[in-house]
């Protein structure tokens, strides 16, 4: 069975500062791996995605993540936040023979002027 | 429909009442899936619907909790003799066969208060 730790349950940043939110994943398969982001009252949305390929997929708001096999990773990162980017922040993952999701706990992104 | 929706998108109600829960997922999506997410906690899986296939029911967390999906439309998720631990935004998803390659799309979720 697979399983996903987000490490962090809140990361404060001040804007315009880069953030990282790491999230660790275990499967003895292949996994797929996503990134959603639920902004206040509102209702989950995927951000960006890995299924294969490149290692590195990236997003429309600046978002970017890596796969890494070695270290069971798929990190989040953004060079420079914004206040809008306030936000919850769920890793989840899918092994290549289901469809089911499996989602970390969630990372509170909180942005500071 | 454009989205996955549910209703009521609020309910609050006594200790020891059922409540009834319903998702109407995107049109053509053949899998449903009922997550909760508690105060501050992430989302815990509840159940999942693909096609007619049997559901998986692994996440239910107790017998109070039952749900149902008629063919590749509506789904109710039903507890009964709710208790205060019951309190949670309940939340559905739906996804194409293929959710590997396209994630699931969400609800806005029906945030449950049992008083």
């Known amino acids: 069975a697979q399983s996903v730790t987000q490490l962090d349950s809140q990361v404060p940043v001040f804007e315009e500062a880069p953030v990282e939110l790491r999230c660790n994943y275990s499967?003895?398969?292949?996994?797929?791996l996503f990134w959603y982001v639920q902004y206040p009252n509102q209702g989950l949305q995927l951000l960006l995605k890995y299924l294969s390929g490149s290692t590195l997929v990236e997003s429309i708001n600046g978002f970017e993540a890596e796969f890494n096999k070695s270290q069971t990773s798929f990190h989040l990162r953004k060079p420079s936040v914004h206040i809008s980017d306030t936000a919850e922040y769920f890793c989840?993952?899918?092994?290549?023979?289901?469809?089911?999701?499996?989602f970390g706990g969630g990372t509170r992104l909180m942005v500071k002027p | 429909g454009a989205g996955v929706s549910q209703s009521p998108s609020n309910k609050v109600t006594e200790k020891g009442k059922d409540v009834e829960l319903r998702c109407d997922p995107i049109?053509?999506?053949?899998?449903l899936y009922w997550y909760r997410q508690r105060l501050g906690q992430g989302l815990e899986f509840l159940i999942y619907f693909q096609g007619n296939s049997a559901p998986d029911k692994s996440g239910l967390p107790s017998d109070r909790f039952s749900a149902e999906r008629t063919g590749e439309s509506v789904s109710t998720l039903t507890i009964q003799r709710t208790q205060q631990e019951d309190s949670a935004v309940y939340l559905c998803?739906?996804?194409?066969?293929?959710?590997?390659?396209?994630?699931?799309?969400f609800g806005s979720g029906t945030r449950l208060t049992v008083v």
């Open positions: 998803a739906s996804s194409l066969d293929t959710a590997t390659f396209y994630g699931y799309t």
């Open positions: 989840a993952v899918t092994i290549n023979a289901g469809n089911m999701l499996t």
């Open positions: 499967s003895s398969v292949s996994v797929y």
């Open positions: 049109s053509g999506h053949t899998a």
